[in-house]
């Protein structure tokens, strides 16, 4: 082993002694200084690590799906400003100890900007754990049982971003309701929170059983955060809509007396919008 390649081993430096022989080369035909070469080896481990470090907080993360700002189509979800989505994505709410809320129907692209979200964080350093409301309560109460839950709350309080999707496709019972509401008052004004739900903030005293635990609830939550009120159909039926477009101008293409029953796309399009209300 030549002494370069036992020394980035002894630093524990793979990327940096992978890319020496072409960075040597390089440097000796375009005659970087000596300051600039090593800068230039440096800077290839250090932005290996940082990726590495990104791909390993991702995957603790557990997020459910890989979803970025890039593939969001703004252009399907109109009710959102690109602007204020993309300034969301610089981060700056995890410094401020901010939250992000998404309302919306189902469809509506909430889970992917909370793992968008989420992701930007991992790859700029931030812990993340992202988990649905059932799940978050499970943990807590798992917590609990066994006489841990401050200790749970005061580890989590040091993960600077939890993400806590589909609140509201399950109503929580008392104890689900207290856990929940521990959970976000712990983190007011300490640690970041992205929160999902399918329910508007009214219907809130539904889902914990009590209006007063939801009104306090929803108090800590807004009022250091950024409110995202998506609208519109769902993105998971955009392709069937598309089904439905080739087929009513498949339609036009057929004589006349066929069509005197009206456009059937309407017939067919809305019954099955129907059925699907309400479907995660
Ligand atoms: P919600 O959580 O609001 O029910 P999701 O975020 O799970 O909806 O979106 C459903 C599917 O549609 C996902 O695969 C998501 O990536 C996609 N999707 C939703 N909205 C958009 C959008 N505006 N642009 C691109 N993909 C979208
Ligand atoms: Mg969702």
Redesign the pocket.
């Known amino acids: 082993m030549t002494e370069l390649a036992h020394l980035f081993r002894e630093l524990k430096a793979p990327a940096a002694a992978a890319a020496l022989p072409k960075l040597a080369d390089r440097a000796r035909e375009q005659e970087w200084s000596y300051e600039q070469f090593l800068a230039t080896v440096l800077k290839t481990e250090t932005d290996s690590r940082e990726s590495h470090g990104g791909q390993a907080r991702i995957k603790t993360a557990r997020f459910p799906?890989r979803?970025t700002l890039e593939?969001?189509?703004?252009a399907?979800?109109t009710s959102l400003r690109r602007e204020t989505v993309l300034h969301l994505g610089q981060l700056d709410f995890l410094a401020g100890k901010e939250n992000v809320i998404?309302l919306?129907?189902?469809?509506?692209?909430?889970?992917?900007?909370s793992i968008a979200l989420g992701i930007r964080a991992c790859l700029a350093g931030h812990r993340v754990q992202f988990r649905t409301a059932t799940e978050w309560v499970a943990l807590l109460a798992d917590a609990q049982r066994s006489g841990r839950l401050d200790h749970e709350l005061d580890r989590l309080q040091r993960i600077p971003l939890l993400i806590v999707?589909?609140v509201g496709y399950i109503p929580f019972d008392p104890q689900a309701a207290n856990l929940m509401f521990m959970l976000v008052s712990r983190r007011y004004e300490r640690a970041s929170l992205i929160v999902?739900s399918?329910k508007p903030f009214s219907a809130w005293g539904e889902i914990f059983g009590d209006e007063i635990t939801a009104a306090a609830m929803i108090d800590r939550l807004v009022h250091h955060a950024e409110i995202l009120a998506?609208k519109g159909d769902?993105?998971?039926l955009k392709d069937r809509d598309l089904a439905f477009g080739a087929r009513s101008q498949a339609l036009r293409l057929l004589p006349a007396t066929r069509r005197v029953w009206g456009d059937p796309t309407e017939k067919v399009a809305k019954p099955y919008l129907l059925a699907t209300e309400g479907v995660?």
């Open positions: 799906a979803k593939e969001f189509d703004f399907f979800q998404l919306g129907p189902p469809g509506t692209g909430k889970t992917h900007l999707d589909e999902t399918n998506l769902s993105y998971r995660a």
